[in-house]
């Protein structure tokens, strides 16, 4: 039997974000469930930035104001006594308390309003497959994807509202910004340039209709353009690390995204699993040696006739080998995701898709968790919205890592020889790409040092450095400590935690993951 506090970090692990670390002595005082819930949602309220006009306001002397209040944030959450309550109940109560670490880590080490000019980008045409878009950012944010088209006149005013903050938001952040990290501004300066070129494709799409939004759209690319000018000028005068160092990663894993692992440990963990995957990879490539090259899709009638199949075919094995509790809105989430057919040169996760469209569809579990969180939303009001500051990647990121090869060992790949070679790449990038996380964090890789690892680290040549991914996926793991290491090690926790569960139920125990409750089923 396990002690209190290890059950509770199993429950933290299986319910929340698929992370341990939820222990802690409980206050001296009663309280009931609904005392927490009042407290999220004033916390809720408490950490958004003040607004003026609809534009966020991020100067030094407004945000010292709500982090000197912190302090009674967190004295209202200690008087609450959780002892008596139920697992998940006080599994929530561990939550807001990981939330409020952290704005804490924000204003102390992070500082994204002052460091990062990436954390300006406010405008996105696609949707994240995470419950709130990775990273930090800017609050107030356009969420373009999320519109239907041809607009409504809704829509359409809604859109204007967000873009019209822009110019008034990047003016201030020539103010703010005061950080003198070279990676984070250099790279910054890209993620600025595609918003650029983000407003003029859709100002381009809406062609002669919706004049005034159009207008806004325009005014707003602009001043990015001349927000990433300014910042072009200033770059050369950057020149410190970007990395929040060993010790701020260590405090981070612990007390914002709960886990138990420190950075040296975790840099142990994903080097360990590189070389499994490059291991594991020779022995399939020796099985597989006297079977032809495996071609990747090469038209839009291949890839409009396989990637359907593909979905069928994987949703068919989790039916038939009882894998999964699947529900009526899974099979759609994928089919909405298939896409159309990309010729030309092919970044690393399309290497994969294009040779086995299955594989893929693995860590396509992302959308049966975004499609849930809309038809069967979470009783727990504190997870029943994203949790802040990425605190879902343990679980999201770890889950969706985790499945591919689980589904792999339940016989996913039977029918067909090759995808055992191709799980093991993935998890060969996702280990290359995690160990640039944690040295650029300790300042002993730059973030072209970090694309060049994880380039020369995944197999065949697929993570091209001369692609946008490699750079793309660091410039995301400098700015949010601890996302790149998330896929593995959530991966790893959730293995963890499958085999106590299998240990605690013996013969009772089956593999089948309940995808409603979270949890595996007798």
């Not at 090869?405 to 996702?430: H, K, N, T």
Request: net charge positive; charged share 25%.
């Amino acid at each position: 039997m396990f002690r209190r506090s290890r059950r509770l970090v199993w429950a933290c692990m299986l319910t929340a974000v698929a992370a341990a670390g939820c222990g802690g002595e409980a206050p001296a005082s009663g309280s009931r469930y609904e005392d927490l819930a009042a407290l999220f949602a004033d916390w809720r309220a408490f950490q958004r930035p003040a607004v003026a006009d609809g534009v966020p306001d991020y100067t030094e002397a407004t945000m010292a104001a709500p982090y000197r209040a912190l302090a009674g944030m967190r004295r209202r959450l200690d008087r609450i006594d959780t002892r008596g309550w139920p697992v998940n109940e006080q599994v929530d109560w561990h939550l807001v308390r990981a939330e409020m670490n952290g704005l804490d880590f924000d204003h102390r080490v992070l500082r994204p309003w002052a460091n990062n000019p990436a954390f300006y980008a406010t405008f996105f045409p696609s949707q994240s497959d995470q419950p709130a878009r990775e990273g930090p950012l800017a609050f107030g944010a356009v969420e373009l994807w999320s519109h239907a088209f041809p607009l409504s006149a809704d829509s359409a005013a809604a859109i204007e509202r967000g873009v019209r903050i822009i110019p008034a938001l990047l003016r201030q952040a020539k103010g703010n910004l005061v950080g003198n990290g070279r990676d984070l501004w250099a790279f910054g300066i890209g993620s600025i340039r595609e918003q650029s070129a983000d407003l003029e494709q859709f100002a381009a799409r809406l062609g002669g209709g919706h004049a005034g939004l159009k207008a806004r759209v325009l005014e707003a690319k602009r001043a990015t353009d001349e927000f990433a000018a300014w910042l072009s000028s200033e770059a050369p005068r950057k020149t410190g690390p970007s990395g929040i160092g060993v010790q701020h990663y260590d405090w981070y894993l612990r007390n914002v995204h709960l886990v138990p692992y420190t950075w040296r440990e975790q840099l142990v963990l994903v080097e360990r699993e590189l070389g499994r995957a490059h291991a594991f990879l020779a022995y399939e490539e020796q099985r597989n040696r006297e079977l032809p090259p495996q071609e990747p899709v090469a038209s839009a009638e291949e890839h409009a006739a396989r990637f359907p199949a593909a979905v069928s075919e994987y949703m068919a094995f989790l039916r038939d080998r009882d894998i999964l509790a699947v529900r009526a809105f899974m099979e759609p989430a994928l089919l909405a995701r298939v896409g159309a057919f990309r010729p030309g040169p092919r970044e690393f996760f399309t290497e994969i898709d294009y040779r086995d469209p299955v594989i893929m569809r693995t860590h396509g579990y992302h959308w049966f968790d975004l499609a849930r969180m809309t038809a069967e939303p979470h009783a727990s009001p504190i997870r029943r919205v994203p949790l802040l500051y990425n605190l879902f990647d343990s679980r999201t990121e770890g889950l969706a890592t985790g499945w591919g090869e689980m589904m792999l060992q339940a016989g996913m790949s039977d029918p067909r020889p090759r995808p055992r070679a191709l799980i093991y790449i993935l998890v060969a990038q996702r280990a290359a790409r995690a160990i640039g996380d944690l040295r650029m964090h300790a300042n002993q890789f730059t973030l072209e040092q970090a694309a060049a690892f994880a380039s020369a680290n995944t197999p065949r040549g697929w993570l091209r450095l001369d692609g946008n991914l490699v750079r793309g996926e660091q410039h995301l793991y400098l700015q949010q400590p601890a996302y790149g290491t998330s896929y593995l090690v959530g991966k790893m926790q959730i293995e963890q935690l499958m085999g106590v569960r299998r240990r605690q139920l013996g013969g009772a125990f089956t593999v089948r993951w309940d995808s409603e409750n979270l949890r595996w089923v007798r």
